[in-house]
Structure formats: structure tokens, C-alpha cells
């Protein structure tokens, strides 16, 4: 049985195809403002990838902030329960999902039987969220991309003082002038975000182990500063941009299989 | 969104200075000197026996010192009068611990406060001073010394750095922007997100969904008065109400927290956003009485 997963973030919609325990397909776009058209052309691209009709998806289930647009999906789920769902099946043992993306983190506790006892989560400030990098790479005019090896050669310490993005760019700004290296306040940026996320995580519980998903965790800077703010090494799936869209399959699979086999 | 190459600066205010031809600082018997180094701006004013003198207020630069300096310079240019000439400076604000020439440092909480009574009168019990990377709601009594007070210096919502944000996003002189704001037919919902940074993604869904820029700057504002309401009602408001700093120039912005507290805002003929300048110049003139 084949199904659909799709999270439509707040930066790009990603589908992942699975059938069974085997992921068939992952694509991803750019969510712009039509989140509909986003998710229903990963969805395409996904079908395309895996060779596949959209008839032969069983089921079809959306997550993600943009989760209620996706009008063609035959169920939703909350982003809790799929970035939950997605990293079990990635890492049975897991027991705290983190997941950073642009403009969200969550932070989630399970118990043995990968249920969900506790989750926090951010979406009302920038600063731990992906957007808060983005912005510090504009003003130091890096490609985002570039911000987290950056930092890995940071050599001196510079304390971050501003807590909110839009203040931080001005500290920025004043370190390029202050003739700061740009290593050194790349190590600034991602140490400051991990350090909101160290506390967000340590709200809901530490327990190893510690799986990190979400876009932000390509940032090998950032990885850095939350691994010695949480003091244990994560686990990062491969892919961990898709690891909500993959849990979104799963439902799709665990709905699709009590409710009848006559579909497809 | 296409970058342009040669953008306006649509945040950029006016920075502006002033003087009283009338008066004769030379045969005042106390000179006193205040200034407020801002995060975004920096203000000097100059008081000649308790009068208001003379006053700058430009953009702070990377420097502190320097620009403490300059706002001083400005503010006596063409008068004769230099530093020199001033018997006691109070330093204020976010760098007001990097004005070397300043005789005293004093925060800008006590200053506020006491710009305001001068500026308002002492009828004044609540000030809402609305900066470039803060805002503060304080108490104070009919001296404008401080009884209580609460602030935001961490987040850019419900601060001019934010307007400044939005100026720039719409293309519309920072200036303009209260009387745009005022110019709809009917309130919209103000803009749900808190953060400035997804504000600014919010307001862009907007207007790709046709909402006009007066529209856009009327939810914003009317977020941004929601916003510090919410600060001032945790501290109570006790009339009479005045607001200080920048943002009190904005008229959408001081319209809408006046409707949402339900009460109007001291009216004055004064600047505004020298207040803390002011106050900083007062307790100047008040220490140097005391024996320099």
C-alpha cells in the first residue's frame, strides 16, 4: 500500500511517498503564498519520481502550518504527532524529537511505546526558529548555506547579546564593524539560536535518544552549539527536512490500513 | 522579491536641530547639557537656567562617543557656545555609559520621566516611551520621579526599529506612515504575528492578496498599539497619559493605543522624543545647583 505524506511549512512544502516500511519518493518546493499549488506540485513531482499514478495512492494525509490549504489531502495531522511518527520510524529508540525549521521549533517527549508525554514549541519569535539564521547570513552576506562551516572555524568566543532577529541583525552589523571575523559572529549566530533551543528542549525533558529533524539541522554550526548545550551527542536522519513529511505518510498508512483495503 | 539596487531608504527620519534666538545663553548663570544615546537615535538638548535652549536629534552611528558628540554639536551650531561652555552634562540611554564628556550617567527610565514633567506638566502619571529598541511603561509623581516602571527591550514588536522595518517593506517614508494608516474606510484585523520578522511575511501575503498599503499600515499599527497596551495595562494606567519618544510622532500608532486604553494622550508643543534629553538637561541643572 502506497501513501502520502505532506508538510507544508512556512518555507517549503515536502511530500514523501511510502509504501510500506519503504520511502518510494521525497520532493520538496518552495511555499511561497500558494501553498495549495506548492504541495499539490511536490505532490506531482513526487508521483513523477516513483514512477506512480495519484491513483495508486491509498492515502493522502497533510501536516504543517500550511496543512489546512492542502484541500486534496484526505486527512490532517498535527505537526507534533507527524514530526513524532516520522523520527520513530527513522529511530526506534528515539525518546525527544527536536525539530528546527524555518519558522518553528519543536521540542517533544516520548515514553517507551512512542507515545507523545510532552511537547513546547515556538512560533511566535524568529529567534529559534531557521529564519532568525537567515537573516543574520543577509546581514553578513553569506549564503545561508555557508553559515554553519563558517562557524566551525570560529576562533574567539563573541558574546550575542540581542535576543530578537530584527536587534541581532543590528549587533551584526555593529560586530562587522567592531571588525569582528565573520567565523567568529557566524559561531555567534548558530551558538545563540542553540541556546534557545537547548532551553526549549530541556522544558519538555532530555532523554536520549535525541533525534534532530527539521531543516536547521543541515547547520553543522548550530548541531554544534545545541550537542554541547544539551551535552549528548543527536541523531540526524538522513533527509531530516522530510522526516515530518514522512510522518504524515505513516498516518496516512495506520488510516488507510483500519479503514479498508478495498482502496486501490 | 527583487532586491533594488539603488533602494530608498524609506526608514531614514528627518534628523533635526534647534536653537532659541531670543535667548542669551551667555548671561545665564547655569548652562546644563543632556544626552540620550539612543539605540537608533541620539538627542541633546541644552538648557539655559531651566529653559529649553537649544536641541539635535540624528541617527546613532557605530560609535557611541562620537555620536553623542555630534548630537551636541549640532544642537549648539551657530550659537558660539561650545562644549566647554556647559556646566554640567548627564549622559542617558543604551550608551550613555560611552559619553565621555558627560559629567553623570543616568538611565534613561528616570530620564523619561522627568523630560516628561517638564514636557507635560505635572499632572503626568503614566509615560509610554516608545524607542527605537525599547518601550517603557512607566509611573511617575508630580515631581517625574519614577514610582514603577516596566519594559520591553527584547523582542522589536512594539518598537520604532519594527516601524522602521515596515516603512522600508512598503516603500512609504517613515514619516508618512500614522497618516496613511488612518486613511481606511474600515479597521482591518491587526497583524497576527508578534514577531517582526514574520510580520513582515504576513503583511507580503497581504498585499499579494490585494489589500492596499494603507491597509497593511493601519493592521500593523493597530498591532503595534495592541502590543503596548498590553505592556502599559500590566503596569496600569493612571491619567494623565503622555507618550514619549519616536513613535509618539506616529499619529496611526498614538490614535490607536488612545482608542484601545480608552483614554487621550497629553497634547504639547514640545518634541517628543527629545524627552529624555530634557530630562537628562534637568537633572544636570539640578546637580550643578547642588555644588557641581
Known sequence: ?264 | MAEAEQKKEFWRWKEYNWHNPDLDWRVGKIVSGGVDVGSVSSQAVVMVDGELYAFASMRTGSDSPSSAENAFNWAVEDTGMTLGDIHYIVGTGYGRVNVPFAHKAITEIACHARGANFIYGPGVRTVLDMGGQDCKAIHCDEKGKVTSFLMNDKCAAGTGRGMEVFADLLGVSIEDVGELSLQVDEEPEPVSSTCVVFAKTEATGLLRAGWSRERVLAAYCSAMAHRVVTLLERIGVEPEFAITGGIAKNVGVVRRIEKELGITAAQTSYDSQIAGALGAALFGRALAQKGK
Open chain 1, 1 to 264: 500500500m502506497i501513501t502520502a505524506g505532506i508538510d507544508v511549512g512556512n518555507k517549503y512544502a515536502k511530500v514523501v511517498l511510502l509504501d510500506g516500511d519503504r520511502v518510494l519518493a521525497r520532493q520538496s518546493r518552495p511555499t511561497g503564498f500558494e501553498q495549495k499549488e506548492a504541495a499539490s506540485s511536490a505532490l506531482v513531482a513526487a508521483l513523477a519520481e516513483a514512477g506512480i499514478s495519484r491513483e495508486q495512492v491509498a492515502g493522502v494525509v497533510a501536516t504543517g502550518a500550511g496543512k489546512s490549504e492542502v484541500v486534496f489531502a484526505d486527512d490532517h495531522i498535527t505537526e507534533v504527532g507527524a514530526d513524532a511518527r516520522g523520527a520513530l520510524f527513522l529511530v526506534p529508540a528515539a525518546r525527544t524529537v527536536v525539530d528546527v525549521g524555518a519558522e518553528e521549533g519543536r521540542a517533544i517527549r516520548l515514553d517507551g511505546n512512542g507515545r507523545v508525554v510532552d511537547f513546547a514549541m515556538n512560533e511566535k519569535c524568529a529567534a529559534g526558529a531557521g529564519s532568525f539564521t537567515e537573516s543574520m547570513a543577509r546581514a553578513l552576506e553569506v549564503d545561508l548555506i555557508e553559515m554553519g562551516p563558517l562557524s566551525l572555524k570560529s576562533t574567539r568566543l563573541v558574546p550575542m547579546n540581542a535576543q530578537c532577529a530584527v536587534f541581532a541583525e543590528s549587533e551584526v552589523v555593529s560586530l562587522i564593524h567592531a571588525r569582528t571575523s565573520k567565523e567568529d559572529i557566524a559561531r555567534a549566530v548558530n551558538d545563540a539560536m542553540a541556546s534557545r533551543i537547548v532551553s526549549m528542549t530541556r522544558r519538555v525533558g532530555v532523554e536520549k535518544e535525541v533525534v534532530l529533524i527539521g531543516g536547521v539541522a543541515h547547520n553543522v554550526g548550530f548541531v554544534k552549539g545545541l550537542e554541547e548545550g544539551l551535552e549528548l551527542k543527536v541523531v540526524i536522519p538522513e533527509g531530516p527536512e522530510y522526516v515530518t513529511a514522512l510522518g504524515a505518510a505513516c498516518a496516512a498508512r495506520e488510516k488507510a490500513g483500519n479503514g479498508g483495503k478495498d482502496n486501490g
